[in-house]
């Protein structure tokens, strides 16, 4: 046995091998080690190998999925290996032939179908990315659903891609630069073009990949890989996979991944779904559906047509809450019909997955109806409502042949309805004239024994027979009682007799022959399903497509959004604009949330906001960078009016000190982050900036804050909030024709500091730093310290100008590029550190030495 367990493993060398025994699957040498260790199971030990013990340890097959989707978890991969024949037949081939094993699948995070393994609500993509000269092609599939898309991208675009997509496994051909940190598995083989585009047309039984649209040389490369992985993991039963959908890279909104994770889009910072833009958002009522909207708000389109096609279908029901809420309640009972269909084409489907899809198509039929009978139907109805009829025959044949709630399980079997196969009704009533003949039977012994705790029992190793209290089992033992001894447990002895057998013989064989009846009928019935898979696929994406669009009126309904206006140039006009997670949380608190308006226009496109902290300012840029999105993501917007021009790439960026808990060099992050925007933004893109350059000291952050605002402005020309705490800033409205200057208000009154986040024309009279300071607590001897400290600081800056006196004298940015940064004067920093009033006569004394002494050689050689 050991020998099959090495030749096993040693196919599949990189993963823990479940080696089917009986009812358990065991673990062997490091994989029992790994497994036990995750799993917190005990740790055995079995036999010998090279003279030290094996170490083992075993997971019943009933909770396996519990423990697989652990092991998923935790970055293993798990090789399942079954019995590919019973004892009986290996005892044939030998009395010391081992039970023939081989391994059946192999199971690894991009490829789960389990519903116990997937969240509903997100997609679960594999991707392979391959490297075809500049260009970087990607495959992704999510087998649970057979949804299949090939693109390629140029390298800086590739980190958008692959943040877009959060896949849950990668595979390469090689560790690019680009993958470094993601879940990655590295393969050499099926990564080539040209064998990819024979797979590909195999696959699909198409002549010419042209019907699906035309795909480069990297994306065929990519999708070479994936099915090679997906052959490599699925052995038999290869997934279900629907025709590649191209997905031109340029088709939509690139955000990067620093950007995805400032806006919070998909996770909050703090790492869960609640307080994401996501969560705020999602009103769907289906899995499908919620999976669709975090792909539309993953991926926002740059095509006018496609989002006024989406906000139609919103619009619609919008306006019609009766409509409205009755497509939510039919949806919301809809079974998942892409997932059960994805279980179904990869072998593992069961007759519950099939009732799934009887009840779901009936519904889509009925949903039909409800919609087609509208007047003035939206575009996008004429491509969704066809989808959902036309399965009537498939709905039909399930409906006749399964029973109303069909079990997961076939073991038992009983899920093909009555009257579907008259032979299988005649085996079943057989089967329950045999049951009630031994129910019969029980009463008869009773009497004929005389022992009215005589009971006719089944298990699993017995079969039927006759049990009886140890106390009255010797009237049975006698040679002549008619019963046949069987077993003698602690308190009870177990019997058999003639009449039991022969009855039990005809259940037995009725059951059998019953079982293997439904199975053969449940073959079909997937048969009939999957000849259909792909129809079936299009009503669940249409089915999800509504339910997005419904669940986007439901939101905009209950929080007064407004349909966003697109317009052919770069303006970002918006009126009343709110930021709807913090609009939730502060609702949730008894708090109201402030509105306030944006005008970004082509010669008015850089905002600099600035005002004291708490006061609303990182609130209010990524508000606006979120209403842009939501808006050609297809939704209405939290807003009283949106008027907007198609961004093509968003940008958001926090100075380093927010994100401190990254432990990185997070002023490096920040400053590669903010270099990747320079060299990306175009005109049509939009970019929030919130305090830029703060990782570092004060002169090296303004330095660098006041350069990128100047390059945003000057080179990018790209719509922008910058918000910064550097006052000095402001002297830049004076140059920089489309930059102009704005603060969140805040009032001190009686002596408290008052946030109105309200957002006004012109620059902060004030930074309120030392009112902020007391609103947290800081003790009053240190507040007072502090206000000296401050005074004298500004004494100093009326004297000289400030830090920023002298940059109005700079060259502009592009004469400026050549330039070395000035060094601060030394003796002025000298000077500004002495605390004049805290200093002895003596010490005054040493100080004046001190600015001598650098004035000196500050003058000399
Ligand atoms: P800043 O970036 O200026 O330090 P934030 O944007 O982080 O300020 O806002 C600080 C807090 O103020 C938020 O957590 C929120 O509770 C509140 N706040 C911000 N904007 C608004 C608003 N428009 N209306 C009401 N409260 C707001
Ligand atoms: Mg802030």
């Avoid at 009886?468 to 008619?482: E, F, N, Q, Y």
Wanted: hydrophobic residues 45%; glycine residues 8%; charged residues 25%.
């Amino acid at each position: 046995m050991m020998a099959q367990y090495l030749a096993l493993k040693a196919e599949v060398a990189d993963c823990l091998l479940f080696y089917r025994m009986g009812d358990f699957f065991e673990m062997f040498f490091e994989d029992a080690r790994a497994a036990a260790l995750c799993l917190d199971i005990a740790l055995t030990a079995r036999g010998e190998h090279e003279g030290e013990p094996i170490p083992m340890c075993g997971v019943p097959i009933h909770a396996a999925e519990a423990y697989l989707a652990r092991l998923i978890k935790a970055g293993h991969r798990v090789a399942i290996a079954e019995q590919t024949e019973s004892p009986a037949e290996a005892k044939k081939r030998g009395s010391k032939s081992v039970v023939a094993r081989a391994i059946v699948r192999v199971v690894t995070a991009g490829t789960l179908t389990e519903e116990a393994l997937l969240d509903s609500r997100a997609a679960n993509w594999l991707v392979a990315v391959a490297r075809a000269g500049e260009l970087y092609g990607l495959a992704a599939a999510d087998v649970s659903t057979g949804r299949f898309e090939l693109t390629s991208v140029a390298a800086p675009a590739l980190d958008a891609e692959l943040a877009r997509l959060s896949a849950a496994e990668i595979v390469a051909p090689e560790p690019f630069d680009a993958l470094q940190g993601q879940p990655l598995r590295q393969r050499c083989d099926g990564f080539d073009s040209l064998s990819a585009e024979r797979r590909l047309k195999e696959r699909f039984g198409v002549a010419t990949l042209d019907g699906f649209g035309g795909f480069d040389r990297a994306a065929l490369a990519a999708a070479g890989g994936l099915l090679a992985y997906l052959d490599e993991v699925a052995r038999e039963t290869l997934p279900f996979l629907q025709p590649p959908l191209g997905r031109a890279a340029d088709g939509h909104m690139m955000i990067d991944a620093a950007t995805r994770e400032s806006l919070e889009l998909s996770v909050s910072a703090s790492g869960t779904r609640a307080g994401s833009l996501l969560a705020a958002v999602d009103r769907t009522v289906t899995g499908a559906g919620a999976r669709l909207l975090a792909a539309d708000i993953g991926a926002p389109l740059l095509g006018r047509p496609l989002i006024e096609a989406r906000l139609d279908l919103v619009s619609l029901f919008a306006g019609d809450a009766g409509l409205r809420d009755g497509l939510r309640r039919q949806l919301k009972a809809l079974p998942d019909i892409g997932r059960a269909l994805g279980r179904l084409a990869a072998g593992r489907g069961t007759p519950r997955d099939l009732g799934q899809l009887r009840d779901g198509l009936d519904e889509a039929r009925r949903l039909h109806d409800r919609l087609a009978a509208r007047a003035d139907p939206p575009m996008l109805f004429a491509e969704l409502l066809p989808t959902l009829v036309g399965h009537g025959a498939l709905v039909d044949l399930l409906s006749r042949a399964l029973v109303p709630s069909p079990p997961i399980d076939t073991a038992q079997g009983g899920y093909i309805a009555e009257g579907y196969d008259s032979a299988l009704d005649d085996l079943r009533a057989t089967g329950g004239e045999g049951r009630r003949a031994i129910a019969g039977l029980e009463a008869r012994f009773r009497q004929q024994t005389g022992i009215p705790t005589l009971k006719i029992r089944h298990n699993g190793v017995l079969g039927y027979h006759i049990e009886v209290p140890a106390k009255h089992a010797d009237r049975l033992m006698a040679a002549d009682s008619g019963f046949t001894h069987r077993q003698t447990l602690a308190g009870v002895v177990r019997f058999n007799a003639p009449d039991l057998h022969e009855q039990a013989l005809r259940v037995g064989q009725a059951g059998a022959h019953a079982l293997a009846a439904e199975a053969a009928h449940l073959e079909e019935l997937v048969a009939a399903a999957l000849a259909r898979a792909h129809a079936i696929a299009a009503a669940a994406d249409a089915l999800a497509r509504l339910d997005v669009a419904a669940a986007l009126a439901e939101r905009a309904a209950e929080g007064g959004w407004c349909r966003p206006h697109f317009v052919d140039h770069n303006c970002f006009e918006i009126e009343a604009g709110r930021h709807p997670v913090v609009e939730d949380a502060l609702r949730a608190s008894g708090e109201r949330f402030v509105a306030n308006d944006c005008g970004l226009s082509e010669d008015g496109r850089l905002w600099l906001v600035t005002g004291p902290n708490m006061g609303g300012k990182s609130t209010f840029l990524r508000q606006n960078a979120l209403i842009a999105l939501l808006a050609q993501a297809g939704s209405f917007v939290p807003a009283a009016k949106a008027t907007l021009g198609l961004v093509d790439r968003l940008f958001s960026r926090v100075g380093a000190s927010d994100n401190l808990a990254r432990g990185r060099s997070t002023f490096m992050v920040e400053m590669v982050e903010t270099a990747a925007i320079i060299a990306q933004a175009t005109e049509r893109s939009f970019v929030i900036l919130d305090e830029v350059g703060r990782g570092t000291s004060t002169y090296d952050g303004l330095a660098i804050a006041w350069a990128v605002v100047e390059a945003i402005h000057d080179r990018n020309r790209c719509r922008c909030l910058f918000a910064t705490h550097y006052h000095e800033l402001t002297r830049l409205a004076e140059r920089l024709d489309a930059l102009s200057l704005h603060h969140v208000r805040a009032r001190e009154w009686k002596g408290e500091l008052v946030f109105l986040h309200e957002v006004a024309t012109g620059p902060a009279d004030r930074s309120y730093g030392l009112a902020v300071a007391k609103l947290a607590g800081l003790p009053p001897p240190v507040l007072a310290r502090a206000r000296s400290v401050l005074a004298k600081l500004e004494e100093g800056r009326a004297a000289t100008g400030g830090i920023a006196a002298g940059l109005d004298d700079l060259p502009l940015f592009a004469a400026a590029l050549t330039q070395e940064e000035a060094a601060p004067d030394p003796l002025l920093a000298a000077l500004a550190e002495i605390d004049a009033d805290a200093l002895s006569p003596r010490e005054a004394l040493d100080a004046v030495y001190r600015l001598k002494r650098l004035a000196a050689e500050q003058s000399g050689p």
